[in-house]
């Protein structure tokens, strides 16, 4: 078994996929280490399994946030999107997020959608494996109540996911979506978006940016249009956004937004434009 410190990278995990926030993950593992030292030499020697103790005390504290969070989005200028995180070789490894399914950006927000109960239960053993006696350490309640937990999640899962194209082709789409972007061409828009399709941004009341969803393809089209034609001199950059492929929008060489995509089909059914500079520090 490896020293507490050597749990980080998996306290950082867990906490983004339960509070979508890497800055808030940062804070919990922040605060959970604190609590470890806060220990006596003694009380720690006599945990057997370290790192169980920190994902226990750093989950309840993602679980206190959780519930917390629903007042503090009820201030929240716009809507709430999850933080993107960036693919980050360079970063410390501890630091890293593992990037697969579980941190898409459609994923992350139909997690967002669950009660805190719900999430807790289901990213601890669905996608960590945890035992439902594991679980209901940190859940405070029965190994029988964090099944059911687990279970609704996933039937919320089941109706609210989209089927994705495979990677390959979502790189295509994106970048065919990029190039007639960067040409104001709508039709060629139109013909990448579902008919159905939806962009949502957030801003945080920091930066301008949609309060409302904009629905319809060739509604998003036109809006995309508009914002090149308003915004001259933006750069568009392909980029892995939450394991998948996206775009980051430059401005006068600074990140201004990060846009994730749902792509099913060949086509693109939801954007999430990210532009609250406090959630775009990873990007810099």
Partial sequence: MGSPEQ???QLINVAYRLLGSLADAEDVVQETYARWYAMSGTDQA??????????TVASRICLDQLRSARVRRERYVGQWIPEPVPAAPDADPADRIT???S????FLVVLDAMTPAERVAFILHDVFRYSFAEVAEVAGR????CRRLA???RRRIATSAVPASPVSEQARVVRDFKLAWESRDIEALVGLLDPDATVVADGGGLVSALLHPVEGGRQVARFAVGLAERAPGLRL???TVNGQPGLVTQHEGVTSGVIAFAITG???VRMWAVRNPEKLRPWH
């Avoid at 006599?46 to 994902?55: C, E, N, Q, Y």
């Fill in 237 to 239: 950059l392909e980029r």
């Fill in 142 to 145: 029965t190994p029988a109540a």
């Fill in 7 to 9: 749990e980080r990278r």
């Fill in 99 to 101: 990037l697969d399914e």
């Fill in 46 to 55: 006599a945990i057997d399994v370290p790192g169980a103790w920190l994902t």
């Fill in 266 to 268: 060949g086509r693109v």
């Fill in 103 to 106: 941190v898409s950006m459609a």
């Fill in 151 to 153: 279970s609704s999640a």
